[in-house]
């Protein structure tokens, strides 16, 4: 009963610290996004004429960037604003947003579209090009358009080698005597997915590209200000002196940091967690010091997300790293472990070409850091670094995923 009593307390107990915790999430989009002006204007540009000569043409936009720099809060915050621009010109715009890493094939990420267009789509039964005539042919009856923004299309280019954007390419390109109903935003980590695309789609894309740069220390500390003040996430009061600052210090680009808004805002929300749990009026450094900490690891890595061979070459360079002692190893040392690991775990291991995509998709995560190597090296290779999250933590961290991912059953259906 005491328990009981203790938990209540706790859940209806009002925080000191927070007003509307939701807003320092990393899916909230704000309404002011400081310092990602310029990359909102291009962009407004750009699909010009989709309020102006709706229909004329089909816009095809890449947004490129590190992790948290703003690419997904800028692509949503645009959808929202030009459906309203829309909706006062009396042009009915709908915004879908896809996460390519979840939705891996052009199937899944237009049953995502059907839903979030409402249209009923039983699981099983279509094939991904009939769902594609069943929205399109929903746009057109209705006179209706599409922005669908496609997070993290690196994993849909490589997992489809680039036959998915060529697909979803063609959906208004094809449509000569009719509106161009249906404008894109892609948006990539990096670009080196793109040399897998259809010739005629890359040339394209690579004319319109917005480029995201790592935030510096004071756009840090003026994106948290904004979430307290504009946002009204935390109160003023309870924000210590100098807590922003050393914020923007940990994680400014230029201070040798990530550059990470989604690290910051982490940093910031674990901060005030760990504050609250105290019972203290305020955050103080010491509890910014543990948050960035856990939010390194936090914010680094979903080892959830991770597919079977993915987990297995992150946990042999792991163990590479861990044997050597080094900051950095080779591959293809990376790669002697990994087929080791697949051995005990009964894989078949994948050649060369596969390894190098899930090093692409480690890095793109931010789990990892991949480049060639430079002087003093015999021989060109790639060389391997896991930057932010300490080793033994990682290992626990695969070896539970891996153990859940062979129970479940996922491992026969998601091995790639």
Known sequence: MR???GLEDILYRRSKIFKHEERLQVDYVPTYLPHREQQLKMLALMFTPLINEPGSTSQKIILTGRVGTGKTAVAKYFGR??????????IKINYVHVNCHKNRSLFLLMRKTARDLKLPVPPRGFSSQELVGIVSNMLEERDEYLLLTLDEADYLIRATDGDALY????????????????????IMRDLSAMYLLDDSVRSTLQHN?????????SQICDILWARVTEEEAL???????????????L?????????DARLALETLWRAGKYAEAEGASEIGIEHVRKAYSDSLIATSADI???RLHEAILLM??????????????????AEKMYEVICEQLGESPRGHTKIWEYVQSLKNMGIIEAEKSGKGIRGKSTLIEIPAIPLDTLEKMLWEHLKGLRKSGSRRRNVF
């Open 81 to 90: 604003e030009i459906k309203k621009i829309g909706d006062r010109k009396g």
């Open 235 to 249: 109160y003023p009061e309870a924000i210590g002196e100098g807590i922003i600052e050393h914020i923007g210090d």
């Open 167 to 186: 697909n979803l390419s063609r959906i208004s390109d094809e449509a000569i005597h009719e509106h161009k109903r249906v404008n894109f935003i892609f």
């Open 251 to 259: 994680v400014g680009y230029e201070r040798g940091g990530k550059g």
């Open 316 to 333: 042999a360079i792991a163990k590479m790293l861990k044997m050597t002692g080094f900051r950095r190893i080779k591959l293809g040392d």
């Open 3 to 5: 328990v009981s009593m």
């Open 304 to 306: 959830s997300a991770l």
């Open 209 to 217: 590209i917005i480029r995201f740069d790592p935030y510096t220390s």
